[in-house]
């Protein structure tokens, strides 16, 4: 099966729902409550970016976004995404601090058409959103590492 940022986040959904149930009694900001829904959030932009959709709900309005050294306003947001591929995250880890959570992740973007693939890294912080219905990105800084068939 091909993992793409949209079946991830299904799995992740899915998953959550059982997790819920096993941890109501978690401290609302632990790792543990808040992994599947941060994981949700960054799946669902990195989807986005490769859509060149601006999923300007994930985002803060004063998200500072860096990718390969560039500032960023407009999708796509993270490094080596562009349309025209299939984007999914490879490996993320995950701390909560109070009431922000910073996520390093490694995610792969690959066009099969044009035989080009990119690996990018990303540092992603992320804070609860006012009225409490979720989480919002507030800073992503992005990079794509080099030999992958493509540069940014």
């Not at 299904?10 to 543990?32: D, E, F, K, N």
């Not at 099969?112 to 992603?124: H, Q, W």
């Amino acid at each position: 099966m091909r993992w793409t940022a949209r079946s991830a986040a299904l799995l992740l959904t899915l998953a959550g729902c059982v997790h819920m149930r096993q941890s109501r009694s978690a401290a609302p900001y632990s790792p543990g409550v808040v992994e599947e829904p941060v994981s949700a959030v960054l799946a669902a932009a990195l989807d986005a970016d490769q859509r060149l959709e601006r999923a300007d709900s994930l985002w803060d309005p004063e998200a500072t976004v860096v990718a390969n050294g560039e500032r960023r306003s407009a999708p796509p947001r993270f490094a080596g995404v562009e349309p025209g591929g299939e984007v999914a995250i490879s490996q993320s880890r995950l701390e909560v601090r109070q009431s922000l959570v910073w996520v390093y992740l490694e995610y792969r973007w690959l066009s099969l058409s044009s035989g080009v693939a990119r690996e990018g890294k990303a540092t992603v912080l992320l804070t609860p959103r006012a009225d409490g219905s979720g989480w919002r990105i507030v800073h992503a800084h992005s990079s794509t590492t080099g030999g992958q068939g493509g540069s940014e």
